[in-house]
T-cell receptor, first 114, second 115 residues
Framework: NAGVTQTPKFQVLKTGQSMTLQCAQD?????MSWYRQDPGMGLRLIHY???????DQGEVPNGYNVSRSTTEDFPLRLLSAAPSQTSVYFC?????????????FGPGTRLLVL | AQSVAQPEDQVNVAEGNPLTVKCTYS??????LFWYVQYPNRGLQFLLK??????LVKGSYGFEAEFNKSQTSFHLKKPSALVSDSALYFC?????????????FGSGTRLSIRP
């Protein structure tokens, strides 16, 4: 049982390049989220999903796209990277409901945009 | 809209002394409240939560938090601090009426315990 996995661990991009941050979970959790962590800003919610085929915007969705074709995977796409997107990105899952609302976090992806 | 405020960027405490990390929240309905801890170069780990019931919630590593509805606060406490408690602590909130995925975090408080 791997829990929540994120790839890559670290990535350097040039401005304007595109990439996809991968997030996978094997806990069969319906709820998944993407956060970015910046110094002094805490964690800010980018996008979230309440199940396969359903996504919604969080606090800071601009510049990011998501899709949820399966319960297990929730990739985050940067279509045209900007230096302001330099951050640490965390994926989280949540069983929700009667199972307790606890978020389970992945190890993070550190992204540097030059 | 839901929001969380952690008014202190850093809290410094001597080992063995009690510690408090402050958190206030704003939601339109009733809140679910959480505390998470982050150690260097790691993801966040769950400490404790308030969903309903007793206002005093006990969690991992001897931490506890008290839900105060009138003051819209959920301060994290520990009676006797350990050096190993040094880490970054995040308070988080979800409005009961919103999705279980839509959990909003505060800006974090760095707790430093000196020997």
């Amino acid at each position: 049982n791997a829990g929540v996995t994120q790839t890559p661990k670290f990535q350097v991009l040039k401005t304007g390049q595109s990439m996809t941050l991968q997030c996978a979970q094997d806990m069969n959790h319906e709820y998944m989220s993407w956060y970015r962590q910046d110094p002094g800003m805490g964690l800010r919610l980018i996008h979230y999903s309440v199940g396969a085929g359903i996504t919604d915007q969080g606090e800071v969705p601009n510049g990011y796209n998501v899709s949820r074709s399966t319960t297990e995977d929730f990739p985050l796409r940067l279509l045209s990277a900007a230096p302001s997107q330099t951050s640490v990105y965390f994926c989280a899952t949540n069983p929700g409901g009667a199972l307790g609302e606890t978020q389970y976090f992945g190890p993070g992806t550190r992204l540097l945009v030059l | 809209a839901q929001s969380v405020a952690q008014p202190e960027d850093q809290v410094n405490v001597a080992e063995g002394n009690p510690l408090t990390v402050k958190c206030t929240y704003s939601v339109s309905g009733n809140p679910y409240l959480f505390w998470y801890v982050q150690y260097p170069n790691r993801g966040l780990q769950f400490l404790l939560k308030y969903i309903t019931g007793d206002n005093l919630v006990k969690g991992s590593y001897g931490f506890e938090a008290e839900f105060n509805k009138s003051q819209t606060s959920f301060h994290l406490k520990k009676p006797s601090a350990l050096v190993s408690d040094s880490a970054l602590y995040f308070c988080a909130v979800r409005d009961i009426g919103s999705s279980a995925s839509k959990i909003i975090f505060g800006s974090g408080t760095r707790l430093s315990i000196r020997p």
